[in-house]
């Protein structure tokens, strides 16, 4: 039996199950409903954003950053838009369910989109119970913060990586999320729309009370023991691209838009214009609101960390009338993340149960509101549980992981499907046909030796892009932990980040010189391969500038979903069961 259980034949079969990849076929009718228009997939995208960044984050960051939280913000939007081009592209060619998921499943196999799609789950998870613990505490602001001295004082919790207090309002504000998302598609996004039009009255409302009330001081301040070295970086540059990081959480609901696919109305071409849409308008609306906040008020205060932001702010300002419609706007903000949050993962676990590759319990659309309610209720009752146990700060330390790392897979895809057709001559019928080329201009297509993607061409980008995936973790490595080597001009490690840039470069250009697919989208990522190299580059970077935490959670988390998949995903896939051809 540990004979077979080595033989070469058996690893060979689980490899081949690992590496299988789901074809993908466009159906205009679909279990799910199709209803969404443009106006409902932007406003989509731009509620799963514009909430925990805008009315909990800012206070955290600008006690953490300084000032230049401002170009945290900036960065992360940039990287995030880079991102999200690579999504429409994506979205464009394969407009199913399932967002990251689905792109990598039909890319590059079966195994990586599993794991892909297994810690999407968690961060959609520990984002909405983020966004719950955040709303609850705007709520319990309305009444002084009663709720919460009550609860700390009554069932207070000894444990350091747990909150002060079980937080049971959140988890009943998840029931009733739930129930919401459970309602119809329709249903939930009207509800969203809503929502995200007194947000934006009250964003607005917030920029000008910070224009009226700019201190350029607060972008000056000396150096004091709490607040770092002063000035508009007191904590250096470091702390900036730490905030960068956590920022990106701030972009994440973008990729809403992309789990909508069987729900959208032509989503080939509605779902690319929802994505440019909503991210250009969070990238402006936080560049301003980074902007007014810390001129309006010095980030040197340490209560900034421990209450809503606006509501302390506002109140310290004494305009208790704009601090109670801010509290209000804020509430139907973080209540509109919050369902554009849940719809989210939902969408993503009835994806993967619908695969095969976690319990198919899960994949049940129910009958009347034609919604995946199962995975719906299993979400909410999950992100609840999770929301009464950690505090706000305790989970934005564990977000972005999972969601720079989809971000990161999505631009690689787009490299490798960019540069192959589904028919495509072999690699011997190639040889044969430019047999009098040498290695060198069949590498770098020179000059012009295919003008058609082939199986060759194919597997040099492949190549080429694991290796600039892997250089760009070696760079990024040097910039994340060897910043202080690079500004005190230490030979050895400018002499290793100005190879690995070099050579970042030169397999770039091979892969450029690749010729691309003619296959007509509806919209195309420019410049490739330049762009989704440097989105890949900068995610990389900001994964590891994450909270060690945020790996230990990840590598929890990643051994329970290897033990999901070996034992339950791998034997239930439907892509290893026979096609039956009507």
């Not at 690992?18 to 159906?27: A, D, G, I, Q, V």
């Not at 028919?423 to 040498?438: C, P, R, T």
């Not at 600039?468 to 070696?474: E, H, I, L, T």
Request: hydrophobic share 45%; glycine share 8%; charged share 10%.
């Amino acid at each position: 039996m540990i004979k077979n259980l080595f033989s070469k034949k058996i690893w060979q079969s689980i490899w081949g199950k690992m590496s299988r990849k789901k074809e993908f076929f466009y159906e205009e009718e679909t279990e799910l409903k199709r209803v969404l228009n443009v106006f409902d997939l932007t406003f989509l995208g731009i509620g799963s954003m514009l909430g925990m960044g805008v009315y909990i984050m800012v206070g955290d960051l600008a006690n953490k950053v300084g000032p230049a939280m401002v170009v945290s913000f900036i960065m992360a939007g940039i990287a995030s838009t880079l991102s999200a081009m690579c999504y429409a592209e994506f979205a464009g060619r394969t407009p199913g369910t399932g967002s990251a998921y689905a792109y990598c499943y039909i890319t590059i196999g079966e195994f990586i989109a599993f794991i892909l799609g297994w810690n999407l789950c968690l961060e959609f998870v520990i984002g909405t119970a983020c966004l719950a613990r955040g709303m609850s505490g705007y709520v319990d602001s309305l009444f002084s913060g009663a709720i919460g001295h009550y609860l700390n004082s009554t069932m207070h919790m000894k444990y350091e990586y747990l909150s002060h207090y079980p937080d049971f309002f959140s988890f009943a504000l998840m029931i009733i999320f739930t129930a919401i998302i459970s309602s119809g598609v329709k249903e939930s996004t009207t509800f969203n729309n809503i929502f995200v039009t007194i947000n934006s009255i009250t964003i607005v409302v917030l920029v000008v009370v910070g224009i009226i009330h700019v201190n350029p001081k607060n972008w000056s301040l000396p150096p004091s023991p709490g607040g770092g070295v002063g000035g508009f970086m007191p904590y250096g540059f470091s702390s900036v691209m730490e905030g960068a990081a956590t920022c990106f959480y701030a972009y994440t609901g973008f990729d809403t838009v992309a789990t909508t696919g069987a729900e959208a109305k032509n989503p080939k071409k509605t779902i690319p214009l929802a994505l440019v849409l909503s991210i250009s308008c969070a990238v402006i609306v936080y560049t301003c609101i980074s902007t007014t906040f810390t001129l309006m008020w010095p980030y040197t205060d340490p209560h900034l960390i421990n209450n809503p932001p606006y509501p302390y702010v506002l109140d310290k300002l004494e305009l208790s009338v704009v601090k109670w419609f801010v509290i209000v706007g804020a509430t139907a903000a973080v209540t509109g993340c919050l369902l554009a949050s849940l719809f989210g993962m939902a969408r993503i676990f009835y994806s993967i149960a619908y695969d095969g590759l976690i319990f198919k319990y899960l994949s049940k659309v129910n009958s009347c509101t034609r919604t995946p309610v199962r995975s719906t209720a299993i979400s909410g009752l999950l992100t609840g549980l999770i929301s009464i146990l950690f505090s706000t700060e305790q989970l934005i330390e564990m977000t972005s992981l999972g969601t720079l790392m989809a971000y990161t897979m999505v631009a690689v895809c787009v490299l490798i499907l960019r540069y192959e057709d589904k028919e495509m001559q072999s690699s011997s019928q190639y040889f044969e046909q430019y047999k009098d080329y040498g290695f060198s201009n069949k590498l770098l297509n020179v000059p012009k030796v295919s003008l058609k993607p082939n199986q060759l061409t194919s597997s040099i980008v492949k190549w080429c892009t694991l290796i600039v995936a892997f250089m760009c973790v070696c760079l990024g490595a040097i910039f994340a932990f060897g910043s202080n080597y690079l500004l005190n001009s230490e030979p050895f490690v400018i002499f290793a980040a100005v190879l690995l840039a070099i050579l970042i470069i030169f397999f770039t250009i091979i892969i450029g010189r690749q010729p691309q697919s003619k296959v007509k989208l509806s919209f195309k990522v420019y410049p490739v391969p330049l762009l989704p190299v440097i989105c890949i580059f900068i995610n990389v970077y900001l994964m590891l500038k994450l909270n060690h935490l945020t790996w230990i959670r990840f590598f929890i988390w990643l051994v329970l979903g290897l033990l999901m998949y070996f034992c339950y995903g791998i034997w239930n896939s439907e892509e290893g069961k026979p096609r039956i051809v009507k």
